[in-house]
């Protein structure tokens, strides 16, 4: 056989076709086979190559909140507590007297008094409790003249008033108050007799709200 102007024995073209082969097989074990890639130094190049790249920036994860950031939230939503006070004299010749405060629902009204009046010329002189007694244990009223403001307090007694609810005061109370209102005060008399007493209660009051 006469190939690229040479003769070639039958043993030559054996010798030629196995280097063929050969040559064929290591192409293919480059191109597919991992193992013989990192034989010959191509798979580490490659893995170098990759390791040179720039990194893939992470997304920023979110971390639980520590206990200093839970309790400058929870202060940030707390309810602040604001405080107006007032002071004067209560007069007992006069129906409800307004303090020039409106309290809301849900407001604490802490209150002191002190002096006495006399509601009764006849009657001694009462502290801010008032009697003893209460006007359910008097006739009915026979008339608005001779209604008294609250039948559940003593006679003489101070009251404080908001919207329409009457609450009880004495010389001592914290009271929550339970509707919006102008806060009014007055001595517990019948209302068609008030002209004839006499005396004062001087009344400290402090209202506190959460807003």
């Not at 191509?42 to 971390?63: C, K, W």
């Not at 950031?69 to 405080?83: C, D, G, H, I, M």
Request: proline letters at 8%; charged letters at 20%; a neutral charge.
């Amino acid at each position: 056989m006469k190939l690229l102007g040479k003769d070639w024995s039958r043993g030559d073209r054996f010798a030629l076709f196995g280097s063929l082969i050969t040559a064929i097989t290591c192409i293919a074990a480059l191109l597919v086979v991992p193992e013989f890639r990192r034989a010959v130094g191509l798979e580490s190049s490659r893995l170098s190559a990759q390791g040179n790249a720039p990194e893939r920036q992470q997304s920023p994860q979110s971390h639980p909140a520590q206990p200093q950031q839970l309790a400058q939230s929870r202060n940030a939503v707390r309810p602040t507590e604001k405080t107006q006070q007032w002071q004067g004299d209560v007069d007992p010749t006069r129906p409800w007297q307004a303090i020039g405060i409106k309290a809301k629902l849900g407001d604490t009204v802490h209150i002191v008094a002190f002096g006495t009046v006399v509601h009764d010329p006849h009657l001694p002189a009462v502290g801010p409790k008032g009697t003893d007694y209460t006007p359910r244990a008097l006739a009915p009223p026979d008339s608005d003249g001779n209604r008294f403001p609250f039948a559940d307090a003593g006679l003489g007694a101070l009251l404080m008033k908001v919207g329409d609810e009457i609450y009880p005061v004495g010389d001592k109370a914290e009271i929550t108050i339970k509707e919006n209102g102008e806060m009014q005060l007055m001595v517990n008399d019948r209302y068609g007799w008030l002209w004839d007493n006499t005396g004062s209660f001087h009344v400290r009051l402090s209202i506190h709200r959460f807003d």
